[in-house]
């Protein structure tokens, strides 16, 4: 892969240790009408039993992020069953559900950006063994524009840099970076249910 022009969300990649990502997902509902669009690569948490789209970036999700929406299903009046990669902002669906990579020990692709949707890039030294926060860009339809920034030590960001994703490198930096859930981070993880 070239280096990255653009975010393109969360995208599941294997496990910490280098274990295999088996590809397990988890269906979790999603309210019938929900209003706010969620798409393929994007944080999502889970309240009352629902999903929702994450839009914390420099702290923790109260209750923690439940993981990545890798799409849904539901059944449409006119289509019978749909499998989507995207949730479309207040869709009437009584049997609605996310379809959702949940494992705590995820590692996960996703573009380092300056701000926003701007990509740039970090040496290995600068990235690796810090944490960074979220970008819940918001400017794309279907996939995710996610991506993650502000490279830095401190405690309550998010995400921890596991490492650099080797095909990214410009020449001189890597425009993406292998995250995971920082200590916490995690609805599994976290004393307080929801």
């Keep these: 892969m070239p280096a990255y022009t653009k975010p393109f969300g969360f ?15 988890r269906e979790v509902p999603i309210s019938a009408n929900f209003a706010t669009k969620i798409r393929y690569g994007d944080l999502v948490t889970i309240a009352s ?18 993981g990545v929406f890798l799409g849904c299903s539901y059944t449409d009046a006119t289509m019978g069953k749909v499998f989507r990669q995207n949730w479309i902002a207040s869709t009437v669906a009584s049997d609605a559900v996310a379809i959702v990579c949940d494992d705590p020990q995820m590692i996960f692709r996703v573009a380092y950006v300056s701000s926003g949707t701007t990509v740039t890039g970090l040496t290995y030294a600068n990235a690796v063994g810090k944490n960074v926060r979220v970008y819940a860009n918001d400017t794309s339809t279907v996939t995710s524009d996610a991506a993650v920034g502000a490279i830095a030590t ?7 840099v596991i490492d650099v994703d080797r095909d990214s490198w410009t020449g001189s930096l890597y425009s993406a970076l292998l995250v995971t859930y920082n200590f916490g981070n995690h609805a599994y993880q976290q004393a307080t249910g929801t």
Excluded: E, K
């Excluded at 280098?18 to 997902?25: E, F, K």
């Excluded at 039993?49 to 439940?66: E, K, P």
């Excluded at 401190?154 to 921890?160: A, G, H, I, M, N």
């Design 154 to 160: 401190t405690s309550t960001l998010p995400y921890r």
């Design 11 to 25: 995208q599941p990649v294997n496990l910490i240790g280098g274990r295999v990502n088996a590809g397990s997902t």
């Design 49 to 66: 039993g629902v999903i929702a789209r994450d839009t914390a970036t420099t702290a923790f999700t109260s209750g923690g992020v439940l």
